[in-house]
């Protein structure tokens, strides 16, 4: 089946913006390199969430080399934020970034959030790329923790792209669906579920923006033009998140007074 696309990135009369954002859990880029670049750049990106992105020797180079082959650039995250990462096109202009590491439960893996400010034509649009805990405790912990986040970036309009490890109906997802909006449920397009990429199962990735932001459609992309099955499951173990977002234009100072 091949998918009607969504819709192009593109800036509106009113200044509000079309942005395509992609959520990706890319397994520290351990499977097939090739294949992932092929997939991030078919989907045509404004703004890419990636999660387990290489955290170890020469993490930068292999981030870099990421960034190189899509067509974007590195924008926060990586290593220094235990894994989520964010990357973007050039029609972002960076206000501000801030990587976060998260308490550490000792013997599991360290978690953290990668956040941004960023303005897209007449937008201005807060970003966080995070990856949850595999334990649930922990995992309700950082939930909380990442609508703090968001909170705390100051902005009107947000968008968290993220590997949950958790369901729909989970106590974490409820949490974070309860306060954000979950883009499949408001406009389902393409494919659910995520995990694992080879014969998904389970909904465990997902895009969710904050109040005003209109979602055109999000879902996995596989039969959107240019995205090969094959690629899908030789990228990495779990499927890739696209949304169209439109997000509205930054009141200007004379209209907040």
Excluded at 60 to 78: E, F, H, N, Q, Y
Excluded at 174 to 180: D, Q
Aim: proline share 7%; with cysteine; hydrophobic share 45%.
């Amino acid at each position: 089946m091949v998918l009607t696309p969504l819709p192009d990135s593109r800036t509106e009369d009113d200044g509000s913006a079309v942005v395509r954002v992609l959520g990706y859990n890319i397994r520290s880029m351990r499977d097939d390199p090739a294949a992932l670049a092929r997939v991030i750049r078919a989907c045509a990106p404004d703004l890419v969430f990636v999660q387990e992105a290489p955290r170890f020797f020469r993490w930068r180079k292999a981030a870099a080399r990421l960034a190189a082959a899509t067509d974007l650039v590195i924008l926060s995250g990586g290593a220094t934020a235990a894994g989520p990462l964010l990357l973007c096109s050039l029609r972002a202009t960076v206000e501000r970034t801030e990587d976060v590491l998260l308490p550490r439960t000792p013997g599991l893996h360290r978690r953290g959030f990668a956040t941004a400010v960023v303005k897209i034509a007449g937008t201005r649009l807060g970003v966080v790329s995070c990856h949850l805990s595999l334990r649930p405790d922990e995992r309700l912990a950082q939930a909380r923790a990442l609508l703090e986040r968001v909170e705390a970036l100051g902005v009107e309009h947000a968008v968290v792209g993220g590997d949950l490890n958790d369901v729909p109906a989970g106590e974490a997802f409820r949490l974070i669906a309860g306060r954000l909006h979950d883009g499949w449920a408001v406009r389902p397009w393409g494919g659910e579920h995520t995990f694992p990429a080879d014969g998904p199962v389970r909904r465990i990735d997902a895009v969710l923006t904050t109040d005003g932001i209109e979602v055109l459609g999000c879902g996995v992309p596989a039969g959107l033009p240019g995205v090969d099955d094959a690629d899908l499951r030789a990228a990495t173990d779990h499927l890739p998140v696209l949304a169209a977002l439109r997000v509205p234009a930054a009141a200007r100072a004379g209209d907040r007074a």
